[in-house]
Nanobody, 123 residues
Framework: QLQAFGGGLVQAGGSLRLSCAAS????????MAWFRQAPGKEREFVAG????????NYVDSVKGRFTISRDNAKNTMYLEMNSLKPEDTAVYYC??????????????????WGQGTQVTVSS
């Protein structure tokens, strides 16, 4: 019910835009988020957005570089990633939690997951 796409290979300093398309959900009822998982590491929270889109939350390492947004009319969430660094390399997953409020940062809070899209940043 969630499909993430838009990943790819980019040089350090470059930009990518990820998208997460939802189906079968009334997305305005869901907090949505992006997580990422690098090889050998645990999946970590990157950014989250409330059902209305008015509240956002970011992990410190991406603040000022990444922007999360959503278009509920299109059932789609986005992650605009600028000034990419090699340490941003990971598989990026989108997730949805059935509540319009309360952006959680832990994996178990989320009910639905996309399949992941690879982001590779070369130095």
């Amino acid at each position: 019910q969630l499909q993430a796409f838009g990943g790819g290979l980019v040089q350090a300093g470059g930009s990518l835009r990820l998208s997460c398309a939802a189906s079968g959900l009334t997305v305005s009822n869901y907090v949505m988020a992006w997580f990422r998982q690098a090889p050998g590491k645990e999946r970590e929270f990157v950014a989250g957005i409330s059902g209305s889109g008015l509240v956002t939350n970011y992990v410190d390492s991406v603040k000022g570089r990444f922007t999360i947004s959503r278009d509920n009319a299109k059932n789609t969430m986005y992650l605009e990633m600028n000034s990419l660094k090699p340490e941003d390399t990971a598989v990026y997953y989108c997730a949805a939690k059935y509540t319009a409020y309360g952006i959680a940062r832990y994996v178990r809070a989320y009910d639905y997951w996309g399949q992941g899209t690879q982001v590779t940043v070369s130095s």
